[in-house]
């Protein structure tokens, strides 16, 4: 297990993001509630982990490293946000930010200069993922998944799965969740997705037998796919649209209908609330 703390070479930008983060905390290591987790460019030209307090309107840059990171996804307490680290040149690297230590442990390290880690997820304790290799910089073929067990307290090695493996029919279980364009309420009484209504793509909300629409939505944002999640409470949505037809951003809907909310500008992929 490889530690190292977000404190590298520029320690005011450390002491700075330090306070940030507690910022968006109640009580030791608890962040508030309604939290994303997202990924932008806005302000380099590669991409950075963010965190967004919804209530307080709170941005916070999360990753510094010269490197585009991707992916994030929350453990189920809430309390660690993986990612992954995209090096050209180099193999993909998969980090754990623990806001408990405020520390980024480095989890998978890749050798080869064309291996790259896909859709990873966490399954209790443990992340699983998929191991690809990258035929050109744009071509990318998935080859194996993969799991990390113990990340909470001391890391193993990197095991194939095998199929059959229960851990893994449950990774492929919600990934394929986690692939719709659609989200179901906790107690399934009612589901948000995407449906055309009158020759227009819409936001609409199914409950009760009835369909709902509740916003418009771009057809690019439909073609690309606009990533739905509905909010822990299930009382709202965020969802990907974009932006005079140039950028994604990340907006906010109440599922009883209303205006939206735009919650990111400049760009904004990868929404995540935090359990």
């Known amino acids: 297990m490889i530690v190292y703390p977000l404190l590298k070479a520029m320690s005011l930008v450390g002491v700075m993001m330090g306070l940030l983060v507690l910022l968006l905390m109640t009580a030791?290591?608890?962040?508030?509630?309604?939290?994303?987790?997202?990924?932008?460019?806005?302000?380099?030209?590669?991409?950075?982990?963010?965190?967004?307090?919804?209530?307080?309107?709170?941005?916070?840059?999360?990753?510094?490293?010269?490197?585009?990171?991707?992916?994030?996804?929350?453990?189920?307490?809430?309390?660690?946000?993986?990612?992954?680290?995209?090096r050209w040149g180099q193999g993909d690297r998969l980090y754990v930010f623990d806001f408990a230590t405020h520390e980024h442990r480095l989890v998978v390290s890749h050798t080869g200069d064309r291996a790259v880690i896909l859709n990873p997820l966490w399954i209790d304790d443990t992340i699983v993922y998929m191991q690809g290799i990258r035929r050109t910089s744009t071509v990318i073929y998935p080859e194996m998944p993969v799991a990390v067990d113990n990340v909470a307290v001391s890391l193993s090695e990197p095991r194939p799965l095998a199929?059959?493996?229960?851990?893994?029919?449950?990774?492929?279980?919600?990934?394929?969740?986690?692939?719709?364009?659609?989200?179901?309420?906790?107690?399934?009484?009612?589901?948000?997705?995407?449906?055309?209504?009158?020759?227009?793509?819409?936001?609409?909300?199914?409950?009760?037998?009835?369909?709902?629409?509740i916003v418009f939505l771009s057809n690019m944002a439909v073609f690309n796919g606009p990533t739905i999640r509905l909010s822990p409470d299930g009382e709202s949505a965020i969802y990907l649209d974009f932006v005079r037809d140039q950028w994604l951003d990340v907006f906010l809907i109440d599922v009883a209908g209303g205006e939206p909310r735009r919650l990111t500008t400049r760009g904004a992929v990868?929404?995540?609330w935090r359990p």
């Open 270 to 272: 990868y929404p995540e």
């Open 28 to 86: 030791g290591s608890r962040l508030s509630t309604d939290v994303l987790a997202y990924v932008s460019t806005q302000q380099t030209m590669h991409s950075d982990v963010y965190l967004l307090d919804v209530n307080r309107g709170i941005h916070q840059r999360m990753t510094y490293a010269v490197t585009n990171e991707l992916t994030p996804q929350w453990s189920a307490n809430g309390e660690r946000l993986l990612y992954v680290s995209r």
């Open 163 to 213: 199929d059959g493996d229960p851990l893994l029919a449950t990774y492929l279980e919600q990934r394929a969740i986690k692939a719709q364009q659609s989200v179901t309420s906790r107690d399934g009484s009612r589901v948000i997705t995407v449906d055309e209504i009158a020759g227009q793509w819409s936001l609409v909300v199914i409950e009760d037998g009835r369909i709902n629409p």
